[in-house]
Nanobody, 124 residues
Framework: QVQLAESGGGLVQAGDSLRLSCAASGRTFSNYIMGWFRQAPGKEREFVAAIRWSGDTTSYADSVKGRFTISRDNAKNTVYLQMNSLKPEDTAVYYC?????????????????WGQGTQVTVSS
């Protein structure tokens, strides 16, 4: 059984940085896609970023491009989301997810496993 555990969320001020971590366990993740999604109160879940486990392909939502960086540490089975220049509109619960597909997808429905989420709150 795949398990995903997010950490690193918190309350920060606009312009600050946070690094989220997602520790994966339960199987070998080579060739899998790891994604980050977020959901703000009253809004639908949205794609944030994704990376192929090999690290050769990444994808970002336009709203975070240039501010967020997704990376992975294969030895630790962990994926990170470095978030810089945070804005109040980045406030949401952030989820990591695993997709066993070949190509990076921005659709939440493509992802097979999800973590419990970590809250990120950015004050103005």
């Amino acid at each position: 059984q795949v398990q995903l555990a997010e950490s690193g969320g918190g309350l920060v001020q606009a312009g600050d940085s946070l690094r989220l971590s997602c520790a994966a366990s339960g199987r070998t993740f080579s060739n899998y896609i790891m994604g980050w999604f977020r959901q703000a109160p009253g809004k639908e879940r949205e794609f944030v970023a994704a990376i192929r486990w090999s690290g050769d392909t990444t994808s970002y939502a336009d709203s975070v491009k240039g501010r967020f960086t997704i990376s992975r540490d294969n030895a630790k089975n962990t994926v990170y989301l470095q978030m810089n220049s945070l804005k109040p509109e980045d406030t949401a619960v952030y989820y990591c997810a695993v997709d066993s597909a070949i190509f990076v997808s921005r659709r939440g429905g493509s992802y097979d496993y999800w973590g419990q989420g970590t809250q990120v709150t950015v004050s103005s």
